[in-house]
C-alpha cells in the first residue's frame, strides 16, 4: 500500500477517478459493509417536505450523521421524530454524492429509554393542554341509563370478556365492540378511526350510535400503552360527541387519552361499572320511592278529605238557605202571573177600541174595485199599444239571434261534411288505383276477389285509374291445386 501511495505521489501509471466513479465506489464500499446498522442519538433540524419524505439529523456530542426517511416507509413508522427526541434509527447507510455526503436511510424508529418516552410523553401533554384539549369545561356528563354501549378494543383479550361480564351482572345493554389492535405501530390509526366511526353511525343504521364510548386496554409498559398517548388518539377523543370513558391499563397507569376523556376508569371493569347503575339497586330505589308516593299520595287525600269536612261544618244550613229563596220565588211567581192577566186584558180593550173605528174591510175593497176600474178604463188603449210595440221588439231580437245561429251552424255543417268528404276521397279505392293497382270485375260487372274464380276464357274488365280495358282469361290461374299444362320445364300458364 505504502508502494501505491509512493508510486501515485511519483505520477505512476493508475488510473485518475473521475468524481462520479469515485463518489459510485465510495457509495458501494458504504451499502456493502454497513448493509443494515442501529444509530441511537437525539432528533435535530426535523422537517417533513411537499412530498412527504422525512429529512433530519441525528448527532450526540461527538458527531452529527444526516437521516432521511421515505414517504412509503414514513406512514408506517410507529413513533414520530420531533426535535430533542433521542431514539434508536435501523436502517442502510449510504452516500449523497450532489453534497458529499453520506446518511441512513431510516425504516424503522424507537425511542431509545423510558426517560426520553417520558420527556416526550411530558412535551406533548404541556402542548396539547395549551390548545384546551383536557379543560374540564369540555367534558360532558354520562348518561345514566345508556341504550347501546360502544366498546374500543381487542376482541380477543380479557379486557373484553371483563367488560361483558360487569355489564351482565349489573345491567345488561346492548353492546356494539368496534375490534383494534391496542399495541403496535398501526394501534393508533385503528384507534382513532374507531372512535370517530362510531361518531359517524347514525341511530337508524343496522349498527346504531352508541349513547356512551369505552375505550379499554389491559395493563403493560410505557412503550405497550404508547398508542394511546399519540396526538391523533387525544384529538379524536376530545372530538367525540358521544361521551366517552377512558380505561387504560391498571389504576397507576396514565395515558393522555385519560386526560382527553370525559370520564377515566382506572380499569376495564370499573369503566363497565360507570356506564351502567346496579339493575338490582334501581329497582329497589323505584320500588321504595314508589312506596313513598303511595304513602304520601294517601296522606294526603286523608289531609284533604278532614280539611273538607271542617269547611263543610262551618257552612249554614242548606235548607235554610234554600227555604228563604224558594218563598220569595213563590211569591215572584204569583205576582208575574196576576201582572200578566191584567196586562193582557188591558191589551185586549184597546184592541177592541181600535177596531170598531177601522172601517167595514168589504166596503174599503169595493171602493178599491170601483177605483182600479175608472183607472183601467182610461189606460186600456194606451197600454196595448205599448204592449204590442214590445212584443214586436222582443220577436225582432229572436229573430235576429235564431238568424245567427242559423248561419252558424250551417257553416259548421258545411265544414263537416267538406270534411267527411276529404276523408272519404281518402279512403277511395281511386286512390289506391294511381298507385298502379288494376280493379277486376267479371261479365257481371262483380269485383273479382280471388283468382279460384277465374276460368279460361271468360272475359273480364280491368279498372285503370284513367280508364277500362276488357281481357280474356287465357291459362288457368296462378294458385290452382291441378296439374296446369306447360313445358317440359314446368312453367305456369299465362292468365290472360
Not at 432528533?43 to 437521516?67: E, M, N
Not at 329497589?284 to 269547611?311: F, H, I, K, P
Not at 175593497?365 to 182600479?372: C, S
Request: glycine share 8%; proline share 4%.
Amino acid at each position: 500500500m505504502n508502494e501505491q501511495v509512493k508510486e501515485s505521489s511519483d505520477g505512476g501509471n493508475i488510473p485518475a477517478y473521475s468524481v462520479g466513479e469515485l463518489s459510485a465506489a465510495l457509495k458501494r464500499a458504504i451499502e456493502e459493509n454497513y448493509g443494515w446498522v442501529r444509530v441511537r442519538g437525539e432528533v435535530s433540524g426535523f422537517k417533513r417536505a411537499a412530498s412527504g419524505h422525512l429529512y433530519f439529523s441525528l448527532k450526540d456530542d461527538k458527531a452529527v450523521l444526516d437521516a432521511v426517511c421515505w414517504r412509503g416507509t414514513a406512514g408506517r413508522l410507529g413513533l414520530q421524530p420531533e426535535d430533542g427526541l433521542e431514539i434508536i434509527a435501523g436502517g442502510k447507510l449510504t452516500t449523497y454524492a450532489q453534497r458529499s455526503r453520506y446518511q441512513i436511510v431510516v425504516e424503522s424508529l424507537e425511542v431509545a429509554g423510558e426517560g426520553a418516552l417520558l420527556k416526550l410523553l411530558e412535551e406533548r401533554r404541556r402542548k396539547l393542554a395549551a390548545e384546551g384539549l383536557f379543560d374540564e369545561t369540555r367534558k360532558r356528563e354520562l348518561p345514566y341509563l345508556p341504550g347501546v354501549i360502544g366498546v374500543v378494543t381487542s376482541p380477543s383479550g380479557a379486557v373484553i370478556r371483563d367488560i361483558l361480564h360487569r355489564l351482565s351482572e349489573r345491567f345488561p345493554r346492548r353492546v356494539v365492540v368496534w375490534p383494534v389492535l391496542v399495541q403496535g405501530e398501526k394501534a393508533a390509526f385503528e384507534v382513532a378511526s374507531a372512535i370517530r366511526g362510531f361518531n359517524s353511525l347514525s341511530h337508524a343504521g343496522v349498527a346504531p350510535r352508541p349513547d356512551i364510548l369505552i375505550v379499554a386496554r389491559g395493563g403493560g409498559s410505557l412503550e405497550d400503552l404508547w398508542a394511546f398517548n399519540e396526538e391523533e388518539v387525544v384529538r379524536a377523543a376530545a372530538e367525540s360527541e358521544i361521551p366517552l370513558i377512558s380505561a387504560i391499563g391498571h389504576e397507576t397507569d396514565t395515558t393522555l387519552i385519560d386526560l382527553a376523556a370525559d370520564r377515566r376508569a382506572p380499569t376495564p371493569t370499573a369503566a363497565a361499572e360507570m356506564a351502567v347503575p346496579v339493575r338490582a339497586d334501581l329497582i329497589d330505589e323505584v320500588m321504595d320511592r314508589e312506596r313513598r308516593l303511595v304513602s304520601a299520595t294517601a296522606r294526603l287525600l286523608a289531609e284533604r278529605r278532614n280539611y273538607l269536612a271542617g269547611l263543610g261544618r262551618g257552612l249554614p244550613d242548606a235548607a235554610y238557605l234554600l227555604g228563604a229563596a224558594a218563598q220569595r220565588l213563590d211569591d215572584w211567581s204569583e205576582r208575574l202571573t196576576n201582572s200578566a192577566c191584567a196586562s193582557l186584558r188591558t191589551r185586549y180593550d184597546h184592541v177592541t177600541k181600535l177596531g170598531y173605528q177601522l172601517p167595514r174591510p168589504r166596503e174599503a175593497l169595493a171602493e178599491k174595485q170601483r177605483g182600479l176600474a175608472r183607472a183601467a178604463a182610461g189606460l186600456q188603449p194606451r197600454a196595448l199599444d205599448i204592449h204590442i210595440r214590445e212584443s214586436v221588439r222582443h220577436s225582432s231580437a229572436i229573430g235576429e239571434r235564431a238568424s245567427r245561429a242559423l248561419r252558424q251552424r250551417l257553416i259548421r255543417e258545411t265544414e263537416h261534411v267538406a270534411a267527411l268528404n276529404r276523408l272519404l276521397d281518402s279512403f277511395s279505392y281511386e286512390r289506391v288505383l294511381e298507385r298502379g293497382f288494376v280493379l277486376a270485375r267479371d261479365e257481371k260487372s262483380r269485383p273479382v276477389t280471388s283468382v279460384s274464380a277465374l276460368k279460361v276464357g271468360v272475359e273480364v274488365t280491368l279498372r285503370f285509374h284513367d280508364g277500362e280495358a276488357a281481357a280474356v282469361t287465357v291459362g288457368r290461374p296462378t294458385g290452382s291445386k291441378k296439374s296446369t299444362p306447360g313445358g317440359e320445364d314446368g312453367e305456369q300458364g299465362s292468365l290472360l
